[in-house]
């Protein structure tokens, strides 16, 4: 199963889905057909990148008579911003932490918690040695 991550970067890897977000947040709710107006592209395509960022969790719609708009749904985003601050950026693969719920689901917490001190105990190493190159060209 992917992380949350990936399908979120999924959902937002094509700039018509990251239009829409934002034009959305921009005029509120609309239909399909202003959409397809506003960014130039056929409400079918609007209709389908919809579906997509629906199921994601960032979109959401109440049908309205015949007009059905799409708004953001802003507490989706706020865990859509968390959710990639989450992401490691530090080179160590997502080992730099341990996720509470990794713990909790554990079923051997200890084993878990000693394989992370082992991937510290790697990532320790790595910067001493970064530390010790540094110090002997200064």
Known sequence: M????????KVLGVESRIRIIELLKQKGPLGVNEMS???GITPSAVSQHLKILKHGGLVRNER???WIPYEVDPVALEE?????????????????RIREADLKGAKDKVALLKKYERELQRELKKVQAQIRELEQEG
Do not use: N
Request: proline fraction near 0%; glycine fraction near 10%.
């Open 2 to 9: 992917e992380s949350k991550q990936a399908e979120l970067f």
């Open 37 to 39: 107006q506003i960014l």
């Open 80 to 96: 859509c911003r968390d959710l990639l601050s989450e992401v490691c950026t530090c080179g160590c693969e997502g080992t730099c």
């Open 64 to 66: 309205k008579g015949y």
